[in-house]
């Protein structure tokens, strides 16, 4: 892989929530120029929307890029994904710009994965499996990098 330049564009944000018998319940982060920015929101039993914001190195932010370049999410189409519904939503909106100065700016949405069987039954299982398997992975991480500076808990247990 190529050596990337400080001002190549690297920008991701992901999404997933519902509106439901709690109001508008969702987690949500995003990276932009090294400033990792988390919510999560939950009305159940009166819970208060968490809001955190880090600056992480340019190692992360590069390894990030890694994770989404390597899981050739740019290649897939959600036109054939289950649209959002009444049990919720998922978003990943990707702005990744290459060594000529070029960006592609990309998002999908499609309805929350509930499990792997969700992935099987779609009209495109592999388009579908790369996303749940990159947005597993970007979660995961998010978690991590969060958790390593603040003491909350993303997942209600």
């Known amino acids: 892989m190529a050596r990337r330049h400080a001002n190549d564009e690297f920008y991701v944000r992901y999404y997933v929530g519902h509106k439901g018998k709690f109001g508008h319940e969702f987690m949500e982060f995003e990276l932009l120029n090294g400033k990792l920015r988390y919510a999560n929101n939950s009305n159940y039993k009166q819970d208060t929307m968490i809001r955190k914001e880090v600056f992480v190195s340019p190692t992360v932010v590069e390894e990030v890029r890694r994770i989404v370049e390597e899981s050739e999410i740019t290649k ?82």
């Open 76 to 157: 897939e189409d959600d036109h054939n994904w289950k649209e959002p519904d009444e049990v919720g939503r998922q978003e990943l909106e990707i702005k990744i710009g290459d060594e000529n100065g070029e960006t592609l700016h990309i998002a999908f949405t499609c309805a929350k994965i509930g499990s792997l069987l969700d992935v099987q039954e779609s009209a495109d299982p592999e388009g579908l499996r790369i996303f749940y398997y990159l947005t597993q992975d970007l979660k995961c991480l998010m978690f991590s990098l969060i958790s390593l500076h603040f003491k909350i808990k993303p997942i209600p247990n």
